[in-house]
């Protein structure tokens, strides 16, 4: 079992730029694919990136071009840059992992909601 907490959440302009961070302890993550999700008010929560065991990266057609997904296996991390954001990318953010993927290979970004190991969330605000 992978025990996962994030940070970095904060309110920011739209255009601005934010970094989340989710640091993994229990189970070592490397064997299991990562993500991170978002709950925007009343709607519900929703992939947004992933990260598998070797690294390849899968995003939303809402943010890609705008969000980088990492993991550092070392450390046991994932990492979020968000740049260019907008009033949409509102929202709690939680970090996911889940050894099977979400059940489907590739993984697939909308599987998150599936994910069986879950942080508390952090908060983002887009906001002028």
């Known amino acids: 079992q992978v025990h996962l907490v994030e940070s970095g959440g904060d309110s920011v302009q739209p255009g601005g730029s934010l970094t989340l961070f989710c640091a993994a302890s229990?189970?070592?993550?490397?064997?299991?694919?990562l993500a991170w999700s978002r709950q925007a008010p009343g709607k519900e929560r929703e992939g947004v990136a992933v990260?598998?065991?070797?690294?390849?990266?899968y995003y939303d057609d809402s943010v890609k071009g705008r969000f980088t997904i990492s993991r550092n296996y070392g450390e046991n991390t994932l990492t979020l840059q968000m740049n260019d954001l907008k009033p949409d990318d509102t929202g709690v953010y939680h970090c996911?992992?889940?050894?099977?993927?979400?059940?489907?290979?590739?993984?697939?970004?909308?599987?998150?909601?599936?994910?069986?190991?879950w942080g508390q969330g952090t908060q983002v605000t887009v906001s002028s």
């Open positions: 229990g189970d070592s993550a490397s064997g299991y694919c």
């Open positions: 996911a992992a889940d050894r099977e993927c979400g059940g489907r290979w590739p993984p697939v970004v909308a599987d998150v909601v599936r994910y069986g190991s």
């Open positions: 990260i598998s065991p070797g690294g390849y990266t």
